[in-house]
């Protein structure tokens, strides 16, 4: 069974794209539904979501792309924003950025040089997030890390999540010293940043934006993953431009 078929999408959307040609899937987690629609306006990506946790995500997603939309990161811009309350869904329209994920690139690449140069523009790509000015819209009224466990508390309550009480309460105990909140991502890895001839086009899927702890986008970005951040040189290369090297 096809993610999203045609006869589904909003007919807000369907107006506005015209006519749709053809309709892809590319790879994704389980938490969204997304289709690339060619159609006679252009190429666009289709965000659908399902369930109060995720149109949440959506929402804010979409919050976040609309506050950062006057900023120079390379990002995509909203088209179109449904909510259908009664079948509690969402839908969300942006423009299709074109390259695949830094993961896909990483793994076919066998010249060390111009790996080491992606991994680089993916450290310059987070220094370059870290230092753009936040939206106010996008700060939380407690602290970034307050608000985070206390949609950790829900989440464990409301809807089946990897962790356990245990873990929440052993986090609660151990927070890290304070630092200076930045723009963060929220879910900076290697899948959701795009290139295309090694150079970056886009990053992607924005619903953790928020005013928050910058070692928290530094920590996913680094985590060891096959063909990626497995040895300490990838490391060192994508910090050189954090350490002005």
Same mark, same amino acid.
């Given at each position: ?42 190429? +666009? ?46 839908? #969300? ?28 523009? +993916? ?115 994508? #910090? ?6």
């Amino acid at each position: 069974m096809l993610p999203i078929t045609i006869d589904e999408i909003p007919d807000e959307i369907k107006n506005y794209l015209s006519t749709i040609h053809s309709i892809r899937f590319p790879t994704q987690g389980y938490t969204l539904d997304v289709g690339i629609i060619e159609s006679n306006k252009g190429c +666009f990506a289709l965000k659908r979501a399902k369930g109060e946790q995720f149109t949440r995500w959506l929402h804010r997603e979409r919050m976040v792309l609309n506050g950062l939309a006057q900023t120079s990161l390379p990002i995509p811009t909203v088209i179109l924003f449904i909510e259908q309350t009664t079948q509690k869904e969402s839908w #969300l329209l942006i423009d299709f950025l074109e390259g695949e994920t830094l993961r896909m690139a990483l793994s076919k690449e066998k010249n060390k040089e111009k790996r080491e140069e992606m991994i680089f523009n +993916f450290g310059k790509l987070m220094y370059q997030i870290h230092a753009t000015p936040c939206p106010e819209e996008l700060k939380y009224e407690q602290s970034w890390l307050e608000e985070m466990l206390i949609q950790a508390a829900f989440n464990l309550e409301h809807y089946q999540v990897d962790g356990t009480q245990d873990i929440l309460e052993k986090i609660k105990t151990t927070i890290p010293p304070v630092v200076k909140k930045t723009l963060i991502h929220g879910d900076f890895t290697i899948d959701n940043v795009l290139v295309c001839n090694g150079m970056v086009t886009g990053v992607i899927d924005w619903s953790g934006g928020a005013h928050g702890d910058p070692r928290y986008d530094l920590s996913l970005a680094i985590r060891p993953k096959p063909n990626a951040f497995e040895s300490e040189r990838d490391k060192q290369i994508f #910090l050189r431009v954090t350490e002005g090297k």
